[in-house]
Structure formats: C-alpha cells, structure tokens
C-alpha cells in the first residue's frame, strides 16, 4: 500500500554533509482497499445480458466482448478460497523472542524482535558474496558481520518501526540516530538523513499525513507484555559489488537485506493481518567516506490465499507500439508513454507526473514466493506465464479518489518484482492490466 491517496513510490534523493555521503531512500507499497471504497468488481455486468425487443419479439443477445476488455477471466475477490496465516509456527521456527529494545507508540508497549544466534534468520547464508565487495569492507568475516546487521536492522528499525501504527510522521526524526549507530556510520550526522524520513514515513502509509490505521481502518491486536509485535516469516541477505561510478566516484560494496514480516491487526471485527515487505541498502564506497541508504517498502492487510495455482491463468493481449519501457534488475516492463520522467535508483525504477509522484513504477524485494500467497484485498486477481519467471500474479485494487491499482508481483528465483501502475479508470483497467501483462520480460 503506497504512499498517496491512490498508491505511489516516493523517492528522495539528499546529499549529506560530514563525509559528504550520498543518501538515496525508496519508499514504497502495494496497494489496498480503502475503507468506504465500492467493492464491486470493475468489470461492469455480465457480457452476455438480454434485453427485450421493442416490439416484445424475443430477445436479443449482445455480442461477446473482446479479449482482454473485461475482468471476466480474473477471479473475483469473493471467489478467492483465503487461508490464515499461522504466524505461531513461524515464530517456532525462527525463534523468536523478546529483543534488547523496549517500544512504545499510541496503542502500547512492545519489544524489539530478537533471535537466537542458531535462529535462521541469523544464520542463513547470503544468496550472494561477492569477494571484492568483502575484501573491500574488511575481509569475509567483517563482511559476514555488516551484513547481518543490516539485515537485523531492516527488521528492528524499518520492518518493525515504532513510527509503523503513528497517525502521522511526527516522531520521523527518531529514526536516523539509532540506526545510524547500529550499523556503524557514526562518522556520519544522523540530521543529513533526517529529511528523507521526514518526506517518506517508515509506516508506507498511502495517504501522507495519516496513519496506516486511520487509511485501512483497523486497529493492531493487543500487543504481547514485553515480546514482540510481528512475526518474522521470510529474510534474505547478500553483498555486491558497487562499480565506481554509479553511485560513488570509486566502486564500493551494497549490502542488501529484505524482510517480509507480519502484525496481526483487527479490522472489520475480525482478525486480519498487516503485511510487511522491506528491502534495505547500505552502500559503503570504498575507503568508507561516502555512504548511501535505499529500501523500499510494500505494506497493508493482507489477503492470503493457499496456493498462488488457484488464481486462474488469463492470456495478456498486445503492448502498444508507443509504451515506453522500466527496466530494473532482471525484468523489463511496459507501461504507457506519456506519464511523466522516468526515474531510476536503488531497488526501484519510476515514472513520475510533474508533481513528483510515480505513477508507475518496479521496486524489488529479494524474498522467496510466499506460502501461503499473500495478496492484496484485490477485486480481481489472476496469473500469466512469462518466460523465465516462475510465477507471475496480477491484483486489481481500489485506490480511493484517485482511481484504481494494477498489482503485478513477479517472481523470479529469489527475486519479487513489484510492477504498479496507479490511477486507472474502471474503463481502462481491464485493457491496460492486460497490456502491462503482455509487456512483461524477463532477461538473464
């Protein structure tokens, strides 16, 4: 759920004083329904309705429409068979306990999470080491330990932020200085980070200026005394090497660490979740006298549903010849020309309009295919096959004034790319879903 009325990717680039540090943050969210929102299915009525003749003649029976013109195909949200997330057997198996740190914000008090030193979260292997990026932090054990604790950090400060459940962004500037301490960068003024929390909340709330439980209408399930609030169910790490250039002078090393996590909530009476996607960097150039921080964030209730499979497989249609394309990471995307500049930086690629918001955009978490599937609350969901990805899904959501949200999570190996496109028409979504679907590629 993204951070506008509708849903969108915020990005803020600030330069920072002392080191002269560069400092790129990505903020991010799937979309979701937002309470008051009409749920009925976009798609219109029935295609194959009858009316009566004039002269009370008999029927006559409107053509079929045409492909990719309907959601008809798609499987609506009361078709969808949803499961609980069973947030219990995740903790067994991660271990996870009361941590070192004691929270608070307006609905109580909580710990921090904490894990074992054998719990998998802290002990999984990167998906990747590169050797020079190691070497140039200090070696492989030095490495092994930076990583970890930007991986322990995406879950205590952004996952798992105090300023999550806030009704504003007003405690923004509590975040850098613990942060910034944790993962050693005290050569660093935590003030030259300040702004960018201050401009995008860590709570991924889509509405600026009002907090996720407002937007979402919910309330968080009574905190446990002294243990933690959310669930860890799935993390991953790795190392890469930076080349010089882009976007130090010198080359450096990214250490990148994805989260996805879970806070039970109530919403509607009834028991719900609210999902927590993150992925965070931390770029060190080499030498250590600049430094970058980037992540992007998908949060909202979640809607899951046993097995991906059952959503049903539709066929895309055609990518008009004048789309432009997004590339990010391995995939490439077409969305329609005309939208604005296109934007690229770490972890995402957008298009923004003249008011700095992306109207379409990629942001990517490296995180396995969740199980069970966790979508948003869509109106319409379906599946296609795309070569070279394992599974691709796609979720209509309403967005409020704005207009509706195309959701397309494709997941390629340990890699989940978000593509979203924002403020379409109930006339135009089910066309351009299926357009954006055809123009999905995957390379390498």
Not at 235 to 254: C, D, E, K, Y
Not at 279 to 298: C, K, Q, R, W
Not at 362 to 383: D, E, K, W
Request: charge should be negative; charged fraction near 20%.
């Amino acid at each position: 759920m993204n951070t506008m009325a509708t849903a969108r990717t915020t990005t803020r680039r600030t330069a920072l004083t002392g080191l002269g540090a560069l400092g790129v943050m990505t903020t991010a969210g799937a979309c979701s329904l937002l309470p008051g929102e009409d749920e009925t299915p976009a798609g219109g009525a029935d295609p194959t309705t009858s009316d009566a003749g004039s002269d009370g003649g008999g029927a006559t029976t409107e053509p079929a429409p045409e492909p990719g013109t309907t959601f008809g195909e798609w499987a609506a949200r009361e078709d969808l068979r949803t499961v609980e997330l069973d947030l219990a057997a995740a903790d067994e198996r991660t271990g996870l306990g009361p941590g070192e740190l004691e929270r608070k914000d307006r609905f109580g008090a909580w710990a921090s999470p904490g894990f074992p030193e054998d719990s998998p979260v802290l002990s999984a292997e990167p998906l990747a080491l590169d050797p020079e990026a190691a070497e140039a932090l200090g070696g492989d054990a030095v490495a092994r330990d930076a990583l970890r604790g930007v991986l322990v950090q995406a879950i205590i400060e952004i996952a798992d932020s105090p300023l999550l459940l806030e009704s504003d962004n007003s405690r923004s500037e509590e975040v850098a200085p613990p942060l910034m301490e944790a993962l050693g960068l005290d050569a660093f003024d935590p003030a030259a980070f300040a702004p960018m929390f201050e401009e995008v909340p860590l709570s991924g709330t889509p509405v600026p200026g009002e907090g996720l439980p407002e937007v979402y209408d919910f309330e968080p399930a009574p905190y446990p005394e002294g243990g933690p609030r959310m669930s860890v169910l799935e993390t991953s790490s790795l190392l890469s090497r930076l080349p010089a250039g882009a976007p130090f002078s010198a080359a450096g090393a990214a250490m990148i660490a994805s989260v996805r996590g879970a806070v039970p909530i109530v919403r509607e009476g009834e028991e719900a979740v609210l999902r927590r996607e993150v992925s965070f960097l931390l770029g060190i150039e080499d030498g250590g006298m600049n430094a970058l921080m980037s992540y992007v964030i998908s949060t909202g209730p979640a809607l899951a549903i046993a097995d991906a499979e059952e959503l049903p497989l539709i066929e895309p249609t055609e990518v008009p010849e004048d789309w432009q394309e997004l590339t990010l990471g391995r995939l490439v995307a077409a969305v329609p020309s005309g939208l604005g500049q296109v934007e690229e930086v770490e972890l995402s690629a957008s298009v923004r309009d003249e008011s700095g918001s992306a109207v379409a955009a990629i942001t990517l978490y490296r995180l396995p295919v969740a199980s069970p599937y966790q979508l948003g609350p869509a109106q319409h969901a379906a599946r296609v096959e795309v070569g070279g990805a394992d599974l691709v899904t796609a979720e209509l959501t309403a967005g409020g004034e704005a207009g509706l949200i195309l959701t397309v999570r494709v997941h390629v190996g340990e890699e989940e790319y978000h593509v979203q496109v924002n403020g379409l028409s109930e006339e135009e979504a089910p066309v351009i879903a299926h357009q954006v679907l055809a123009g999905l590629r995957v390379e390498g």
